[in-house]
């Protein structure tokens, strides 16, 4: 049964930075692409950032480009995502998601982690 | 990026009563789309994905339609647990993946 439980959230203040850890467990770690989403409060999913199987392709979105920093522990199978200069729209639930599809990157739906809460507010 | 639209906002339906759930993107995905169910305090949960299969544990109570820019999901029979809301989600251009603003279904 596939598992994803993030970790690290919290209240930070503006401009300081936060790491989130997703521990994975029930599926092959390194056959899935790997992505971070958040949700503000009120509102829908917003996708954030994206990691290929093999660690070799990165994508974010650009509003976050620059100021975040995704990656993948395969010994500790933890995806993590560092988040620098923290602002106040970057506030919202952070859900860890893998890719249903092994073996591909991208163009595939997702099963999500619970969320972790990141506050950022002075 | 791809704009998804979701329509009704709200749906109010009783149980026991089909419901059917329009999500419209602004650009051909063609089936790479995905609906998902998603309750108070609890994340998203994939339903449906390649715009009519079911994912895993799914019922088959649960339908997807759809390709190109116009999709639907249907529920055929209401039942208690069914009421929360509901995202659709493109997965055809990327980055970004993007999501419809949702359908809250209620009672």
């Known amino acids: 049964q596939v598992q994803l439980v993030e970790s690290g959230g919290g209240v930070v203040q503006p401009g300081r930075s936060l790491r989130l850890s997703c521990a994975a467990s029930?599926?092959?770690?390194?056959?899935?692409?790997m992505h971070w989403l958040r949700q503000a409060p009120g509102k829908g999913p917003e996708w954030v950032a994206g990691?290929?199987?093999?660690?070799?392709?990165?994508q974010f979105l650009d509003s976050v480009q620059g100021r975040f920093i995704i990656s993948k522990d395969i010994a500790k199978n933890t995806l993590y995502l560092e988040m620098y200069s923290l602002r106040a729209e970057d506030t919202g639930v952070y859900y860890c998601?893998?890719?249903?599809?092994?073996?591909?990157?991208?163009?595939?739906?997702?099963?999500w982690g619970q969320g972790t809460l990141v506050t950022v507010s002075a | 990026e791809t704009v998804m639209t979701q329509s009704p906002a709200t749906l109010s339906v009783s149980p026991g009563e089909r419901a059917t759930l329009s999500c419209r993107a602004s650009?051909?995905?063609?089936?790479?789309l995905a609906w998902y169910q998603q309750k108070p305090g609890q994340a998203p949960r994939l339903l449906i994905y390649?715009?009519?299969t079911r994912a895993t544990g799914i019922p088959a109570r649960f339908s997807g339609s759809g390709s190109g820019t116009e999709f639907t999901l249907t529920i055929s029979s209401l039942q208690s647990d069914d009421f929360a809301v509901y995202y659709c989600?493109?997965?055809?251009?990327?980055?970004?993946?993007?999501f419809g603003q949702g359908t809250k279904l209620e009672i």
């Open positions: 029930g599926f092959t770690f390194t056959s899935h692409g």
């Open positions: 390649g715009a009519s």
């Open positions: 998601a893998k890719e249903i599809t092994a073996y591909t990157y991208g163009y595939d739906a997702f099963d």
């Open positions: 989600q493109q997965y055809n251009h990327w980055p970004p993946y993007t």
């Open positions: 990691i290929s199987y093999d660690g070799s392709n990165k």
């Open positions: 650009q051909s995905v063609s089936r790479n």
